[in-house]
């Protein structure tokens, strides 16, 4: 079984809105990224010690959004689908 983020595959737009001002969001991706490339194998340990979100055993993805009306940068969870 696999879940996938529609988000990170292209298959829906980041469609939330700023909290700040209600413009959207732009997505500026995967927050887990800057950690290097995904894999769903990494032990839960090394999630932890990575960025301290448990994305992959909830199924969520957690996205940086940025909103380019009033700066304000914030993080967007994307629920993953099953395929
Ligand atoms: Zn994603
Ligand atoms: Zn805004």
Known sequence: MMYACPVCNGWNEMQEACPQCGQSLQ?????????????PYRPIDDIRLTNGIPDV???????????????????????????
């Open 27 to 39: 997505d500026y991706g995967r927050t887990g990224d800057f950690y290097g490339p995904y894999s």
């Open 57 to 83: 055993r909830l199924h969520q993805c957690i996205h940086t959004c940025y909103c380019a009306h009033c700066k304000h940068k914030v993080e967007i969870t994307i629920e993953e689908t099953r395929v």
